[in-house]
């Protein structure tokens, strides 16, 4: 062998032995590492599992102590209460509504700031322009709503007959209408509210549904439009009072209101939009 081959050769053996040093040191390295992690997994896995023991310990020492009065104060409160938190998430969709005089039928008297109506029993002089209603009482709101989720309100306070919800934009405005969902208009409606046999209406359904504060009622409308749903609130008591659900919405929505005949006196009081607490 010459010179140059035994120097190679030397020079061969020491990368491979360097190289297999590596090697060992970067596989020791390695199951330290794991090691390491396992060992911290393990004292990780520990820590929870002692957490858990603490919290269910914790969780039954209450229910021990408290069972009794928290059963019977929960059962009254927690539907209050999450009640309460539905109507404030939906309330805050809230938009601003006016009515759309363009759309108020002859006996309707609306308020210079487009938020109340009243039926005055006396046919103003006004034209006869095809978005107006003018055969049955009703308004719109000017705002229209393709998609999305909105919100708002109306006190119907001292009234006896009322109507309030969303209505299609398309919806016919010169004949007799009928307030279902089939027809474009999904409502609420109180008929005879000063009698005991009050009833609400729901589209096609009728109800003996008696609200202790009816009179007093301010009534919160909400729509989500893609998912296809109009709900009715009771704002006072944060109460659902009835939702249409599984709609399939392809018109633009409008709200819808009607304040319902005079009545002699008896339903004057207005429908007004009233501003969010």
Not at 160 to 168: L, R
């Amino acid at each position: 062998m010459t010179d140059g081959a035994r120097v190679f050769a030397a020079l061969k053996e020491y990368v491979e032995k360097g190289e297999a040093k590596l090697t060992e040191a970067i596989r020791e390295k390695q199951r330290q590492t794991e090691l390491q992690a396992e060992g911290f997994i393990r004292k990780m896995e520990q820590d929870i599992r002692e957490l858990k023991k603490r919290k269910t310990e914790v969780e039954l020492l209450s229910v021990l102590q408290l069972e009794e009065p928290l059963s019977e104060e929960m059962k009254e409160k927690v539907p209050k209460m999450l009640a309460r938190f539905e109507l404030r998430r939906v309330q805050s969709y809230a938009v601003d509504v006016t009515f759309d005089p363009d759309t108020a039928n002859p006996y309707l008297v609306l308020s210079d700031d487009g938020k109340q109506v009243h039926d005055s029993d006396v046919r103003q002089k006004l034209p006869d322009n095809p978005e107006r209603f003018s055969y049955c009482i009703n308004v719109l709101g000017e705002q229209s709503f393709s998609s999305g989720r909105f919100y708002f309100e109306v006190q119907v306070k001292g009234k006896t007959e009322w109507t309030v919800g969303v209505a299609t934009e398309s919806t016919n405005r010169k004949a007799q209408i009928t307030l279902s969902p089939g027809d474009g208009f999904w409502t609420v409606r109180l008929r005879d509210g000063y009698e005991y046999n009050q009833r609400l209406i729901f589209g096609n359904t009728s109800s003996n549904q008696k609200l202790p504060l009816v009179l007093n009622l301010r009534v919160g409308v909400f729509v989500d439009y893609d998912e296809g749903r109009v709900s009715f609130y009771d704002v006072d008591t944060a109460a659902l009072i009835y939702s249409f659900t599984g709609c399939s919405f392809t018109q633009k929505l409008r709200p819808f209101f009607s304040p319902g005949l005079n009545d002699n006196g008896r339903n004057s009081a207005p429908l007004i939009i009233t501003p969010i607490d």
